[in-house]
């Protein structure tokens, strides 16, 4: 404990401009200290055609099982989350009308959470261990953490879709039941894209629906364009994908949107996203968050992994689950995580992000960038502010978290929500094998006819490929010996 304390004392020291959320009022341009209590959520998200925003006012009654909600309208734009640093998107700007609707989306629990990985003979190291965590209807849950923590494999197991090698321990409730999650009720959006690149964004997203609605499901069409209309891809909906073949493809962020368009026509309860923000520029970045924060106040739950952040996009978070190495070293609303590093002696300085503080404290990376300013502390003045053993911060935060008030609210609450069961998830049914194959081959045909400069570079190579063969046993004779020569 010594130990620790000194390092604390000497991150303390080395951030003389930090200010603790409690000892210091926030600035202005920290738009991400949101209101206590304050949670926006949702009425519908299945029935409403019109994925509206409505604010939800929720408060739970000691010894009461249920969730008492007060909803007002409201017209949605990013200065109400950002204190007016941003201009509001044109997405956004537009106000409809709210259908009130009783459907509630599904509340995700994981207890105690465990995943080992297969090596050659035995099981390796806990690769998470003994996660905790809850995502509720209408919120944004973050999973962040340093490479290799193990983001991406608590994000598949709580999705349910762990890889062969993995083996999972622990328990998921949805919704208070511990069961998997049935076909259509869940969208799993993976970091790379596949996509269809000779296909319209709005053809892409109707074959889509063909082949994950069964034939009976009548209202494809309406279900393409509400999934278009909630990723803002109007301006692209009849543009092509492109990608090769000559043909100009689409921005990196617009793919990213049709991803997780593509999960969206079947209008999931929940939404699993693999580090939504990969390959985006800081502003293709915050549009997207804000895009799926507007998802999310439609009433779906939305979890996804996140290596690193910009302020204005950590503002948008509702709830933040820290992992470092497996560990979770924190997990609650985004401001008490701010109080969390302040409580355990790292305090985020004023001008810093902090999704960069946080990673800083907990990257392990980092020592060799300490080792490195060693060397160079004599010779190029002081670099105490980045010295400061991860190690130890580690395990400080880890210390501090398990006996905070935090790790308790979020024990009480995960009882709370699995206690009583809520409402199942059902099955929307799949097409049948024929509806598959007659789908797939009018979409081979399609994409065939549009890519005709590739068959025609294909069948030119075969040509030359050919006579460039054919001219080496051009001369040679039908004689064995002139063979052999």
Known sequence: MEEIQSYADNYRSSSSSASSPINKAPSGAFFYLRKPGTLRKPISFEDS??????????HIEEGDDSIHIATTTHSPSLPRVNSGSLPSPSVLEASSSVVARKIIGASIVWKDLCVTIKEKRKYSDKVIKGSNGYALPGTLTVIMGPARSGKSTLLRAIAGRLRA?????????????????????????????VLIESLTVREFLYYCTLLQLPSTFSPKKALV???????????????????????????YGERRRVSIARELVTRPHALFIDEPL??????SALLLMVTLKKLACTGCTLIFTMYQSSTEVFGLFDRICLLSNGNTLFFGETLSCLQHFSNAGFPCPIMQSPSDHFLRAINTDFDRIIAMCKNLQDDHGDFSSVNM??????RTLEATYKSSADSSAVVSMILRLTEKEGPHLK?????SDLMRIAVLTWRSLLTMSRERKYFWIRLLLYMLLTLSIGTVFSSIGHSLSSVMA
């Open 278 to 283: 990969y390959h985006l520029d800081s502003v």
């Open 225 to 251: 364009e509400d999934a278009i209309l909630a990723m803002s891809l109007g301006d692209y909906a009849d543009k092509l994908i492109g990608g090769h073949c000559f043909m100009k493809q689409l921005p």
């Open 389 to 394: 053993d991860t190690a130890v911060a580690i």
């Open 165 to 193: 090698p993995a083996r999972l321990y622990g328990e998921v409730f949805v919704n208070g039941v511990k069961s998997p999650m049935p076909y259509g009720s869940y969208g799993y959006v993976d970091r790379t894209d």
């Open 49 to 58: 055609p019109e994925w509206d925003d409505v604010e939800i006012d929720p």
């Open 427 to 431: 099955c929307k049914g799949r097409p």
